[in-house]
């Protein structure tokens, strides 16, 4: 089992059950290789991705291969260590013009 999965399953549940508007939290798997964000978040119009890493890790070289190319595309990306730093930015994000 994955060591972040108590940090993001909370995070999947909240947006499945306590969002009140219409969003997902994906868990896309590619076949191209590893790295890619554990969260591809769609809603209101936006999508972002979230990384969930345990607090004192850092991005792997794929995943900063992967996070380099999806900001080069116009997305945010972001790291997130807790269950509540990922519900923040969800409702900053959700919540901007």
């Known amino acids: 089992m994955r060591e972040v999965k108590h940090i993001e399953q909370p995070f999947v549940d909240w947006v499945r059950d306590d969002w ?3 969003a997902v939290a994906l868990k896309l798997v590619l076949f191209a290789g590893s790295g890619f964000p554990d969260r591809t ?3 209101s119009g936006k999508i972002f991705f979230i990384e969930f890493k345990k607090s004192g890790r850092v991005l792997d070289p794929a ?3 992967w ?3 999806l900001q ?4 945010k990306v972001y790291v997130c260590t807790s269950t509540a730093q990922a519900i923040r930015i969800f409702k900053t994000v959700m919540e901007s013009s």
């Open 41 to 43: 978040i769609l809603g």
């Open 67 to 69: 996070k380099k190319i």
């Open 63 to 65: 995943q900063t291969k």
């Open 20 to 22: 009140p508007l219409p």
């Open 72 to 75: 080069r595309l116009g997305f």
